[in-house]
């Protein structure tokens, strides 16, 4: 069945409203009344040539143009944008004479709209722009009716598939076919999930919005239902279930049960248990090139390993298809044979650990969450919570980066305690102490210790998404871990501090007698670190780490030649749990201590 031929619509009643355009037009020659179909604008051309363009998807402009032919009649002239350009549906050729009295739809980019030469009667009818209805493009059915934003939505509802169904605004019976149409949609489709309102009981640990239990999306599993209008397609559509098992599970539209959950606002896949789960975020800050990496990966080994022993509890990966990467790093670092099967690559803000979303209408990269559960054992019975990092880059927190155009250090704001990691091999009063050590992360060159400048950014911008004076402080603990202490150790000897854990429970005494001397020998070094340090928080402690254990050593030849990478045969991480262990006991009072 031909789109144009769609079978006329039942009359809307009188109690909705109505989107009313305009059906008085002058005389002349010839009139062509163009009606935007997505907002009910109407434009009577007389003077021709008339082109109608648009921008386009990609910032390619497309554009078809309206021209006089040699019967008199207004015919197709100059198309540009190709397939971009429909005409009742198909592509047009240049010259095709149009007639009067028929209605042609018109598909230019991202616009629709029906257009009439000489229309007699009451044309264009009343229609309403925010309500389509969805017909069987083959048999002209009748489905029901939608948003724009919500098409994609009832029709997989409705177990069907785009491809299948023609759509066009209550009021008009002329339609679209919604596979052809469907990136214009999908625009309207992002928008309205743009708008969706950022309240709710769970905070999204990719895009950070907030959203009720209801308002998840269910992931598709059928092999048909292979790409999404927002994601695209290479991703499974993510759609509202309105059928379900016997035990609660969401059935999609080809009758396949579904176990995985996405977002309604970025649509990304929620980790396993999501919604059961309690989520702690913990935030891992520190200039470029200071070791975040090393000590993230680490972290995560050492707490798999220390809790059980420490406190009876276990620490598991709670995402393994979304951990992957910080998985594949730390084993790359503990099961690795020689340092040039060690080496770490560096955060950069569009790398691995980064990945671009829709959040608010923009395309925008953020960071990949790290998710890890955190309970007891089988012999106890405490619920378990989740624990979120996030290895964040450096120049995130740089001066002058447009927060709205890169929002990827947000999720300090939402912390539960952040991390704040300092190298003293960038910073020039701790080299000049140490002039005498030999070791190769002292002796590099054109680094710029920017890491004062970063604290100082992070306070600014962290109180301001908080809506807090510049002399308040935030309600989040503050670790300030001070990094690679076996190169320093001749100035402050860290192995000297006493264990914090003490017969299975964390003693907060011993936790701040150690950052007390530490933050002594400190604020005799680099005084502005603690000031500044101690005005983001009221709740800051200083700690001692070393995520390697020892110095490592540039890597001779090959892709990596020059990096410094540690031996995987000295590894000897210090002082890594014990900023977890403060940071947990602070969002999870009760557990260790």
């Known amino acids: 069945m031909n789109l144009a031929d769609l079978p006329p619509l039942p009359p809307l009643s009188d109690s909705r409203p109505r989107l009313r355009v305009s059906r008085q037009f002058p005389e002349g020659d010839f009139v062509l009344v163009l009606v935007d179909v997505l907002n009910g604008a109407t434009e009577r051309v007389t003077v021709f040539p008339h082109t109608v363009s648009d921008a386009g998807f990609d910032g390619r402009g ?83 009716v939608a948003s724009p934003g919500e098409l994609f939505h009832f029709v997989s509802g409705q177990g069907l598939l785009p491809e299948r169904c023609a759509v066009c605004p209550e009021g008009l019976d002329v339609g679209f076919h919604l596979g052809r149409a469907a990136e214009v949609f999908r625009v309207s489709e992002e928008a309205a999930c743009a708008g969706t309102a950022d309240k709710g009981a769970h905070v999204c640990p990719v895009c950070w919005l907030h959203f009720d239990a209801g308002d998840a999306l269910s992931i598709a599993v059928h092999e048909a239902l292979h790409g999404d209008p927002v994601l695209g397609a290479e991703s499974m559509l993510r759609f509202h ?26 649509r990304r896949r929620l980790p396993p248990g999501f919604l059961e789960l309690p989520h702690k975020i913990f935030s891992l800050i520190g200039a470029p090139s200071s070791g975040k990496s090393y000590f993230l990966s680490v972290l995560t080994k050492v707490l798999h390993d220390n809790l059980p022993r420490d406190f009876n509890l276990v620490f598991k990966d709670g995402d393994p298809s979304g951990n992957m990467l910080l998985n594949q790093m730390r084993n790359k670092l503990f099961s690795g044979a020689t340092p040039e099967e060690c080496v770490l690559g560096k955060t950069a803000m569009e790398g691995a650990t980064y990945e671009k979303i829709n959040r608010f209408g923009n395309r925008v990269a953020m960071p990949l969450p790290f998710i890890y559960r955190l309970g007891h054992d089988a012999q106890g019975r405490a619920t378990d919570s989740a624990v979120v990092f996030y290895d964040n880059a450096g120049e995130h927190f740089e001066p002058g980066l447009d927060m709205n155009e890169s929002p990827g250090a947000l999720h300090v704001v939402s912390s539960a305690g952040i991390f704040f990691l ?52 935030i309600p989040v603990p503050v670790a300030v871990l001070i990094g690679k202490c076996d190169v320093w150790q001749t100035l402050f000897d860290a192995h000297a501090l006493p264990s914090p854990v003490k017969a299975g429970r964390l003693d907060g005494a011993i936790i701040d007698g150690n950052s ?59 002082g890594i749990e014990a900023p977890a262990y403060w940071l947990f006991s602070k969002a999870f009072p009760g557990l260790l201590n």
């Open 241 to 266: 279930p309105t059928r379900f098992n016997d035990v609660g599970q969401a059935i999609d539209p080809m009758g396949l049960v579904c176990t995985e959950l996405a977002c309604p606002h970025c």
């Open 516 to 574: 007390a001397r530490l933050r002594e020998f400190l604020a005799l070094l680099c005084p502005g670190l603690v000031a500044q340090a101690e005005t983001l928080s009221n709740d800051v402690r200083y700690f001692a780490v070393s995520s390697l254990g020892h110095s490592p050593a540039p890597i001779a030849g090959g892709p990596n030649a020059g990096m410094l990478a540690p031996d995987p045969a000295r590894l000897a991480p210090f």
């Open 422 to 473: 300092y190298d003293p091999t960038s910073s020039p009063v701790f080299r000049k102490k140490l002039a005498d050590v030999q070791d190769p992360q002292l002796s590099q060159h054109g680094r710029i210790d920017q890491q004062d400048s970063i604290l100082a950014e992070m306070e600014v911008r962290v109180k301001r998404m908080l809506g807090l004076a510049p002399a308040d402080k």
């Open 62 to 144: 497309v554009s078809l143009e309206f021209v006089p032919l040699h019967s008199g009649m207004p015919g197709i002239g100059k198309i540009a944008g190709g397939e971009k350009v429909l005409l009742n549906g198909v592509v047009p050729e240049e010259s095709v004479e149009l007639e009067k009295g028929q209605v042609y739809t018109l598909q230019v980019g991202r616009r629709l709209s029906v257009f009439q030469i000489d229309p007699e009667g009451d044309w264009p009818p009343r229609f309403e722009a925010g309500a389509w209805q969805v017909f069987d493009a083959e048999t002209g059915e009748f489905f029901g």
